[in-house]
């Protein structure tokens, strides 16, 4: 289902590729019986998921088709190519926007260029009745001959009115320039959610930057709903007071406060604009420095896709919409029910290289060490319900007959070559897969003394295996057991690192998490998952006020970190703070810097939202 540089596309000859966004890949491409050069947007292959969606695109293709205004890119055709639906669009020679901003300042005549344009496209196909829902100046083109032309029209509606995993996990928009009920994941948009996009741009072209950044998306998204817009005069003081009050009205919160039509505020716009009398010139202005990420954060970062130097006709190319790409990969429940009581005494075997104490039979309930002040309540909340967790049963020898074939011919491996880690690896998994955790954790410490502490590669392969029968914590365990070699600094492979959370994160959930990996060894060498596992632990063990001063104390230490708001989100959901949960696990999805299990945990929490 590629797109290749020299292939035929039915009747279009693929000559480059422009660039390449998070729903579709530009190329230019040469129409012979035309004679003349077009641009091919390619829809993701995603889209091809959904057998459905070949019909909705041909039609949501022909009321895009019909727009016609001379600022709006012209679609000419739509079709498939090997299952992979694509359009036609008029090629056109020049740059965007973004670019043009990112030169310097617009003239007075530039941004009046953009107000008319823009602002002529948008009431247009607004009175058609369909909106853009992705307004930003990479979505502007500019032809060398001073023309500007918005972009990308209508494949918003096009992406959405297909099931496919692409679609479904979208949330339209790109963070700087979403509008507030857009990042809530509403679905009643209307034409107000463009006037916003539309605002922000202008307020970026006289302001001088874009009202909110930050160094993630998720805190974007949240500062369109939450935080007021800084004062356009606070920010650069050449803005005049009439324009100011044009983008603080067009720029509001509530739709119902904004103007009502864009047509309303191009009007508003260009009267603010007259009545300040002087040129309204961008003014350049200095914007602080990103926050320097931590080093975990540095490791976990996926490196960024170069921006393409070619700009023509690209759509809106090199600023994607926020668009969830994920691997598929199990999903941890939300579920039912109690706190296990587990009783019969207490064994333990401390060694220096041993990674947790032996359980059998043991109580689930001792104390974490990690950082807890002393103002945490330990009672009064009822346990939140999860999923149960089946006594600790120890294997011994007048038990054969009750055990599965599977752990008895495993138990005669380990019989037959004591030294052979896989066969106690392979025990350790049956007993697990038998639901007999505490036999399981005890053939572990047996393996993990045998295996030593320089045994990164069999560690995270054991890990693996446990993962996949969804062992979250023996798997936090086995990674830990590599983890640890690395140091509270060190530069942790990313495979390693993202399994280790997310079955710690997983595992934190099971009553006895703190015994079988204790909060404050895993703080030696990575604190911050140490202190959500703990409040994840607290929260399923019925220590609300405890989870949340854990999770207080995390956001503190790394303000960024996705589990935590993950986490934030689970809480919210379980208790019933819907909307609080969505809006943090939409924001988690958006997150592109993200793991991936993190956002399919989001994804998983939106999903069972009433």
Same mark, same amino acid.
């Given at each position: 289902?590629?797109?290749?540089?020299?292939?035929?596309?039915?009747?279009?000859?693929?000559?480059?590729?422009?660039?390449?966004?998070?729903?579709?890949?530009?190329?230019?491409?040469?129409?012979?019986?035309?004679?003349?050069?077009?641009?091919?947007?390619?829809?993701?292959?995603?889209?091809?998921?959904?057998?459905?969606?070949?019909?909705?695109?041909?039609?949501?293709?022909?009321?895009?088709? #019909?727009?016609?205004?001379?600022?709006?890119?012209?679609?000419?055709?739509?079709?498939?190519?090997?299952?992979?639906?694509?359009?036609?669009?008029?090629?056109?020679?020049?740059?965007?926007? #973004?670019?043009?901003?990112?030169?310097?300042?617009?003239?007075?005549?530039?941004?009046?260029?953009?107000?008319?344009?823009?602002?002529?496209?948008?009431?247009?196909?607004?009175?058609?009745?369909?909106?853009?829902?992705?307004?930003?100046?990479?979505?502007?083109?500019?032809?060398?001959?001073?023309?500007?032309?918005?972009?990308?029209?209508?494949?918003?509606?096009?992406?959405?009115?297909?099931?496919?995993?692409?679609?479904?996990?979208?949330?339209?928009?790109? !963070?700087?320039?979403?509008?507030?009920?857009?990042?809530?994941?509403? #679905?009643?948009?209307?034409?107000?959610?463009?006037?916003?996009?539309?605002?922000?741009?202008?307020?970026?072209?006289?302001?001088?930057?874009?009202?909110?950044?930050?160094?993630?998306?998720?805190?974007?998204?949240?500062?369109?709903?939450?935080?007021?817009?800084?004062?356009?005069?606070?920010?650069?003081?050449?803005?005049?007071?009439?324009?100011?009050?044009?983008?603080?009205?067009?720029?509001?919160?509530?739709?119902?406060?904004?103007?009502?039509?864009?047509?309303?505020?191009?009007?508003?716009?260009?009267?603010?604009?007259?009545?300040?009398?002087?040129?309204?010139?961008?003014?350049?202005?200095?914007?602080?420095?990103?926050?320097?990420?931590?080093?975990?954060?540095?490791?976990?970062?996926?490196?960024?896709?170069?921006?393409?130097?070619?700009?023509?006709?690209?759509?809106?190319?090199?600023?994607?919409?926020?668009?969830?790409?994920?691997?598929?990969?199990?999903?941890?429940?939300?579920?039912?029910?109690?706190?296990?009581?587990?009783?019969?005494?207490?064994?333990?075997?401390?060694?220096?290289?041993?990674?947790?104490?032996?359980?059998?039979?043991?109580?689930?309930?001792?104390?974490?060490?990690?950082?807890?002040?002393?103002?945490?309540?330990?009672?009064?909340?009822?346990?939140?319900?999860? !999923?149960?967790?089946?006594?600790?049963?120890?294997?011994?020898?007048?038990? !054969?007959?009750?055990?599965?074939?599977?752990?008895?011919?495993?138990?005669?491996?380990?019989?037959?070559?004591?030294?052979?880690?896989?066969?106690?690896?392979?025990?350790?998994?049956?007993?697990?897969?038998?639901?007999?955790?505490?036999?399981?954790?005890?053939?572990?410490?047996?393996?993990?003394?045998?295996?030593?502490?320089?045994?990164?590669?069999?560690?995270?392969?054991?890990?693996?295996?446990?993962?996949?029968?969804?062992?979250?914590?023996?798997?936090?365990?086995?990674?830990?057991?590599?983890?640890?070699?690395?140091?509270?600094?060190?530069?942790? !492979?990313?495979?390693?690192?993202?399994?280790?959370?997310?079955?710690?994160?997983?595992?934190?959930?099971?009553?006895?998490?703190?015994?079988?990996?204790?909060?404050? #060894?895993?703080?030696?060498?990575?604190?911050?998952?140490?202190?959500?596992?703990?409040?994840?632990?607290?929260?399923?063990?019925?220590?609300?006020?405890?989870?949340?001063?854990?999770?207080?104390?995390?956001?503190?230490?790394?303000?960024?970190?996705?589990?935590?708001?993950?986490?934030?989100?689970?809480?919210?959901?379980?208790?019933?703070?819907?909307?609080?949960?969505?809006?943090?696990?939409?924001?988690?999805?958006?997150?592109?810097?993200?793991?991936?299990?993190?956002?399919?945990?989001?994804?998983?929490?939106?999903?069972?939202?009433?």
């Amino acid at each position: 289902m590629s797109f290749n540089v020299g292939d035929n596309v039915g009747p279009y000859k693929i000559i480059e590729q422009l660039g390449q966004g998070g729903m579709a890949t530009v190329y230019k491409a040469y129409h012979a019986s035309l004679d003349r050069y077009v641009a091919l947007k390619a829809l993701h292959a995603a889209f091809g998921e959904d057998a459905t969606f070949s019909a909705r695109f041909q039609r949501e293709a022909r009321v895009v088709a #019909k727009l016609e205004h001379p600022n709006i890119v012209p679609v000419y055709d739509y079709a498939e190519h090997e299952k992979r639906p694509y359009l036609i669009m008029k090629f056109i020679e020049g740059d965007t926007l #973004k670019a043009r901003l990112n030169q310097g300042l617009l003239t007075t005549q530039e941004i009046e260029k953009v107000v008319d344009s823009v602002g002529s496209a948008l009431a247009y196909a607004h009175k058609q009745g369909i909106l853009h829902r992705d307004i930003k100046p990479s979505n502007v083109l500019v032809a060398k001959d001073g023309e500007m032309y918005l972009a990308d029209f209508g494949l918003a509606r096009i992406a959405q009115s297909g099931e496919s995993t692409l679609s479904s996990d979208m949330i339209m928009g790109t !963070p700087q320039y979403i509008s507030p009920e857009q990042a809530m994941g509403k #679905k009643d948009l209307d034409a107000g959610t463009d006037i916003y996009s539309f605002a922000v741009m202008l307020y970026e072209m006289v302001v001088g930057q874009v009202p909110f950044s930050a160094d993630t998306p998720f805190s974007i998204i949240h500062d369109h709903i939450y935080t007021p817009l800084p004062l356009p005069q606070s920010v650069n003081p050449k803005v005049p007071e009439p324009v100011q009050r044009v983008l603080l009205k067009a720029l509001a919160k509530e739709r119902a406060d904004r103007y009502e039509s864009v047509g309303d505020l191009v009007l508003a716009f260009k009267s603010a604009w007259n009545e300040a009398g002087v040129p309204m010139q961008g003014t350049l202005i200095t914007i602080a420095k990103p926050v320097e990420p931590s080093p975990a954060d540095k490791t976990r970062m996926k490196p960024a896709t170069a921006e393409p130097t070619r700009m023509a006709a690209k759509a809106g190319v090199a600023e994607p919409a926020i668009t969830v790409e994920k691997k598929r990969s199990p999903f941890i429940w939300v579920g039912l029910i109690a706190v296990v009581a587990i009783c019969l005494g207490a064994l333990f075997v401390a060694r220096q290289n041993r990674l947790f104490t032996t359980l059998l039979n043991r109580r689930a309930t001792t104390s974490p060490t990690l950082a807890a002040p002393a103002t945490v309540t330990k009672q009064a909340a009822p346990p939140v319900q999860s !999923p149960v967790q089946p006594p600790l049963q120890p294997v011994t020898p007048n038990q !054969p007959l009750n055990l599965p074939p599977e752990v008895l011919v495993a138990q005669q491996r380990v019989k037959d070559n004591p030294t052979d880690l896989q066969a106690r690896l392979d025990l350790s998994l049956a007993l697990w897969s038998a639901k007999m955790p505490g036999a399981s954790y005890d053939t572990l410490a047996e393996m993990i003394k045998l295996a030593g502490a320089d045994n990164d590669a069999f560690y995270i392969q054991a890990g693996d295996k446990f993962v996949a029968i969804e062992g979250w914590l023996p798997a936090a365990a086995l990674y830990f057991q590599a983890r640890k070699a690395y140091g509270l600094d060190g530069n942790v !492979p990313v495979n390693l690192f993202d399994g280790f959370h997310e079955s710690y994160y997983r595992g934190a959930e099971r009553a006895e998490a703190p015994s079988v990996l204790p909060f404050d #060894k895993v703080a030696q060498v990575d604190q911050p998952i140490a202190l959500v596992a703990q409040a994840r632990n607290a929260f399923y063990s019925g220590h609300i006020d405890d989870a949340n001063t854990f999770l207080t104390q995390v956001k503190r230490l790394s303000p960024n970190m996705p589990e935590a708001f993950l986490l934030e989100a689970e809480m919210n959901s379980v208790t019933g703070e819907n909307e609080k949960a969505r809006l943090i696990a939409n924001g988690l999805l958006a997150d592109l810097s993200a793991p991936d299990w993190v956002r399919a945990f989001a994804e998983e929490i939106i999903k069972k939202l009433p």
